[in-house]
């Protein structure tokens, strides 16, 4: 069949959860047999937010070929099983670089670039670039921001004119907000209707309404609003608030978005979807009683979103090992030798996050002593594994001044170092080592025995890595270098087998994480966290 194109967009405010919508409607779809992929249009002038703290837009996720992308884009992935590349996410800062480009290069032949055509033919262009591979039945395409944006406007526009050349093969679905008043003791729809209104003044009729409400919204209002937004009743669905993310797919599917979709752009719908093994793990995750508890040491633990893949993979791993996760967030520039003991004596593991730069450093050093020394299960993830490095230089190699030169580039000894081919790079981005890269495990490492494999693949974001030159120092003192690069040779995985879980990890396991593969380097840290976690129940119990 023709690629079909689903365009989801936003009203009345922000972060009402467009990509959790797309993500659970390309679960359904293809859970039914098509071939779906989502992709992330982005107004903001970055190139990408790879320069961007996640004070401003949380979590940078890292696609297998290297882009630097939104962390949308994980949960497409966590949902669907299908990697995204760097055509998934498109900024405003790419379509104007490309556009620009192309007038320097003499591409218009002396004509005045304008927004229309060509910033919105180069929308466009982007689009539909996925379709032309042939790979796909569908393509979702979520527009970021909120419609009434100014920034939204070329987005909005391009997709107008894609409605009109695509025919019955383009649909949109439009997310919007539906508040309760407490003191009127009523929910409103004139929020969802203005928002509508925005949308037709940019020629855009949306065909499905989906509306984020924390509370049911009657049949008579839904018919209401289906009137005044000119939309078919039985095309708006609800998305009230649940426990989880991962409950969404089954309540759209539950008032048949997914059927609705298919009707619409006159696709056959034979039967149910398969989602057998999603509702094998909503069963775990409902029935999970026992908790495990695992303080993530950090220096962004205030924002929800700056930690959002690690958060949903130790959540993913938890609920595989019939576990509800109680994550506990712990501020490393809060952290120091007074109060790690209050702080980490009751978790069952401890998480060191990854992070660029000085600020929270030595609290995630104080973290990591004190769990080598009480033998808690411990999982550094890029800086975290460089601070594992650092931590035992220090404490155990007797290097007092050992660390990184991301950190002090007079370093006596740089434990950590610059990449070689990164020291004549002065751009900040998409300028590090990024995207899959093959490692080689040892076969009696934890790790090997976590994947089942001794060569693996994982996406990596760094600058720095293990100084080569300290590799014997470090393994004679008993921290082993058990995964590398078996092109380059540099470390991938540092353990210390006396341990019950020491695992260090310049790679981010957490991006190829997803709600049917988790990755199964959580899978084993929680393991050992739950086993760590009953040993010291039973020796609490012999003390009373």
């Known amino acids: 069949m023709e690629t079909k194109y689903i365009f989801v967009t936003g009203g009345v405010v922000s972060s009402l959860g467009k990509g959790i919508i797309s993500a659970s409607l390309a679960c359904l779809l293809k859970a039914r047999g098509f071939r779906v992929t989502i992709q992330k249009f982005d107004p903001y002038i970055n190139i990408d937010p790879g320069t961007l703290n ?39 800062g790419r379509i104007y670089q490309s556009v620009i480009d192309k007038e320097r290069r003499g591409d218009y032949l002396g004509k005045t670039v304008q927004i229309i055509p060509h910033i919105t033919d180069e929308i466009k262009r982007n689009v539909k670039r996925l379709g032309k591979t042939g790979d796909y039945d569908f393509i979702i395409t979520e527009i970021g921001g909120t419609v009434g944006d100014i920034e939204s406007l070329p987005y909005l526009e391009s997709v107008r004119q894609l409605r009109w050349e695509l025919g019955d093969n383009a649909l949109c679905v439009h997310l919007t907000y539906v508040p309760y008043l407490k003191a009127a003791k009523e929910l409103k729809t004139k929020p969802t209707q203005h928002s509508v209104k925005q949308l037709q003044e940019v020629g855009i009729q949306p065909d499905i309404l989906v509306l984020r409400t924390e509370r049911e919204v009657p049949t008579g209002m839904l018919r209401k609003i289906a009137q005044f937004c000119n939309v078919d009743v039985d095309a708006v669905v609800q998305s009230i608030d649940r426990p989880s993310i991962y409950e969404v797919p089954i309540a759209m599917h539950e008032q048949h978005l997914d059927e609705i979709v298919c009707r619409k752009m006159d696709v056959p719908v034979n039967g149910e979807p398969h989602m057998a093994p999603w509702m094998h793990f909503l069963e775990k995750m409902h029935n999970a009683t026992e908790e495990v508890t695992i303080g993530l040491v950090g220096k962004y633990v205030e924002l929800q979103d700056a930690y959002k893949s690690i958060n949903e993979s130790l959540f993913q791993a938890a609920t595989y090992n019939d576990r509800r996760l109680k994550l506990v967030y712990i501020h490393s520039e809060k952290l120091d030798n007074s109060n790690v003991d209050e702080k980490l004596r009751d978790m069952d593991g401890v998480i060191i996050a990854p992070g660029f730069g000085q600020r929270g450093i030595e ?98 974001r760094h600058r720095f890595e293990f100084n080569n030159d300290y590799r014997s120092r470090f393994e004679a003192a008993g921290m082993r270098c058990v995964g590398e690069n078996p092109a380059t040779h540099l470390v991938e995985v540092v353990e210390i087998p006396g341990k019950r879980w020491w695992v260090g990890t310049q790679y981010h396991p957490e991006y190829t994480s997803t709600v049917l593969n988790p990755n199964p380097l959580f899978l084993s840290f929680i393991r050992a966290a739950i086993a760590y976690g009953e040993e010291r129940n039973i020796e609490n119990a012999a003390t009373k």
């Not at 992308?69 to 299908?82: C, I, K, P, S």
């Open 54 to 92: 996640p004070y401003e837009h949380g979590e940078c996720y890292v696609t297998v070929d290297g882009h630097e992308a939104d962390l949308d884009l994980g949960h497409y992935e966590r949902f669907t099983n299908v990697q995204t590349t760097r055509a998934n996410n498109v900024t405003t």
């Open 363 to 460: 609290g995630k050093f104080v973290a990591l002593k004190w769990c080598r020394e009480h033998d808690i299960p411990t999982f550094g993830i890029c800086l975290g594994m460089q601070c594992m490095v650092i931590e035992f230089a220090r404490n155990v190699l007797g290097l007092p001044d050992a660390n990184s030169t991301e950190m002090n580039p007079n370093a006596a000894d740089n434990v950590i170092d610059l990449m070689e081919e990164q020291k004549s790079i002065s751009n900040m981005g998409g300028t590090m080592r990024l995207g899959a890269y093959e490692c080689t495990l040892l076969p009696d490492s934890i790790t090997a025995s976590a994947y089942g494999s001794t060569d693996i693949k994982e996406r990596h």
